[in-house]
C-alpha cells in the first residue's frame, strides 16, 4: 500500500484539505464509497473495492463513525497504524480518491499537472474499445477477469491471459455446442509473473491496489508495450501509479450528488450504467 501512502503526500503537497463526511459500505459488489468535504464546503467522493468475498468486512465497523468529520488526514494515518487488511485498504484508497476528486473530476487539474485526459461516458469507454490498445498480433495479460472487457479484447488480440486470484472453477464453461477453442486462457494468481512478463498489453484492475499486488504485477510486466490500470479503485491522482510504470489509468469516477449516493445505496452498490458515471482516459504528456 506505499502506493496510497506516496499518493497521500502528493495530494497533501498540493494543497487538497478536506474532513471525512461520509462512508456508505456494501457487502455486494463489494464496495467502500467515502466522501470528503472540502474547505470550500464541495465535496470529493471516492470508491474502493473491498474484495469482501475473500477477506470478509468486519462485524463492527463503528469505528468508522468516530472519524466522520475530522481532517482527512489524520483519519488517514490512524487507518495506516491499524492491523493491515483489505477492508482497510479499501478505505484508505477511496478517502484517497475523495480526496483526489477535485483533480480527478473534470480532468481539467491534470492537465495543469501535465497529463493528458479525456472523459467517456457508458457505452463508450475506453475499456470497452480495445483498439485504442491492442493490436491484432498481441498477446493480452489481464490481473483480473472482466466480464465485458475480456472477451472484447480477445477479438482483437491473438490471445488473451487471465490470471486470478478466486477459484478458477467460479469461472469454468460448459458449452456442448462449442465449435472451436478459445483463445482467453485462465490461470491461478501464483502464475502471475509467468503469464504477465510474456504479453504485449497489460490491464491491471485498480483491486490490485487494495490487495497489496500492484507493485509485484508491475515488475513482472516491465516488459510489456502498455500498462493499464483500470476501475473505480484506482480513481486517485495517478502521479505515484505512473511514476511506478503505469502507462495508462482508465478510473471511474463517481458524480459528487446526493442523487448518486442515493440510488448507490438503494441498490447495494450497483453503479454501472448509471447516469453521469464516467471513466478518464488519464496518459503522460508526451
Known amino acids: 500500500m506505499d502506493i496510497i501512502k506516496d499518493t497521500i503526500k502528493e495530494i497533501e503537497n498540493l494543497g487538497i484539505c478536506g474532513t471525512l ?11 467502500t464509497l467515502s466522501y470528503v468535504r472540502y ?23 463503528s469505528f468508522i463513525k468516530d472519524m466522520l468529520n475530522l481532517d482527512a488526514y489524520e483519519v488517514l494515518d490512524e487507518l495506516e497504524g491499524l492491523e493491515n487488511s483489505v477492508f482497510i485498504n479499501s478505505l484508505r484508497t477511496s478517502i484517497t480518491s ?16 501535465g497529463y493528458d485526459t479525456e472523459a467517456y461516458h457508458a457505452p463508450n469507454t475506453p475499456l470497452l474499445n480495445p483498439l ?13 477477469f472482466h466480464m465485458m472487457a475480456t472477451p ?19 469461472l469454468s464453461l460448459i458449452d456442448f455446442n462449442a465449435d472451436e477453442e478459445s483463445n482467453i486462457k485462465i490461470f491461478p494468481a501464483d502464475k502471475s509473473k509467468e503469464v504477465l512478463s510474456g504479453a504485449d498489453v497489460v490491464y491491471l484492475t485498480g483491486e490490485t491496489v487494495v490487495n497489496g499486488t500492484l507493485n509485484d504485477l508491475l515488475e513482472f510486466s516491465k516488459n510489456a508495450r502498455t500498462r493499464i490500470i483500470y476501475g473505480p479503485t484506482s480513481a486517485f ?41 464516467k471513466q478518464m482516459l488519464i496518459k503522460r504528456r508526451e
Request: charged fraction near 25%.
Open 237 to 277: 491522482y495517478p502521479k505515484v501509479l505512473f511514476e511506478r510504470g503505469v502507462d495508462v489509468s482508465l478510473p471511474v469516477i463517481f458524480p459528487n450528488t446526493p442523487d448518486f449516493q442515493r440510488r448507490f445505496a438503494l441498490s447495494r452498490g450497483y453503479w454501472y450504467s448509471m447516469k453521469d458515471v
Open 152 to 170: 472484447l479484447c480477445a477479438e482483437v488480440a491473438t490471445e488473451v491471459h487471465v490470471t486470478e486470484l478466486m477459484d478458477l472453477k467460479q
Open 21 to 31: 463526511s461520509n462512508v456508505v459500505i456494501t457487502r455486494i459488489g463489494p464496495w
Open 39 to 61: 474547505d470550500d464546503g464541495t465535496t470529493g467522493c471516492g470508491c474502493a473495492n473491498n474484495e469482501a468475498e475473500r477477506e470478509g468486512i468486519p462485524e463492527d465497523v
Open 132 to 144: 485504442k490498445f491492442v493490436k491484432s498480433s498481441d498477446v493480452v495479460a489481464m490481473a483480473g
Open 98 to 113: 475523495a480526496l483526489s476528486y477535485r483533480l480527478m473530476n473534470d480532468g481539467n487539474e491534470l492537465k495543469k499537472e
